[in-house]
C-alpha cells in the first residue's frame, strides 16, 4: 500500500441546483405519520427530510403534469386516470 498523499487543491465553489423549499406545515403531516408508521414497524426511522427527498426523488415528471392538470381542473377525487396518451378529456371526468 502506498504511503503518498495526493495533493489536494482548494475546492472550487460548487454550482448548486438546489432549490430551497418552504414546506407549510399541512403539508409535512404525512411525511411525519410515515416517519412514526417506519419507526413503529422497522424500530428506526429515516427522518422527515429524508422522506421528502425520497418522495421528491421518486415523482415523474408525467406525475407532476398530471397532478397539475387536476390542480387546474379543480379535481379532487384521485382515482381520475388520463388516457394512455397521458391527456384528460372529458371522458376522463365522467
Known sequence: MSTETKETRPS???ESNEV????????????????????Q????NPGVPVLAR??????TSSQIRVEFELAALDVTRRDIEPHPNGEFDDDCLV
Open 41 to 44: 414497524h422497522y424500530d428506526m
Open 54 to 59: 425520497l418522495w421528491l426523488a421518486s415523482c
Open 20 to 39: 430551497p423549499l418552504m414546506v407549510p406545515r399541512h403539508l409535512l403531516e404525512n411525511f411525519e405519520r410515515a416517519n412514526q408508521q417506519i419507526q
Open 12 to 14: 472550487e465553489p460548487a
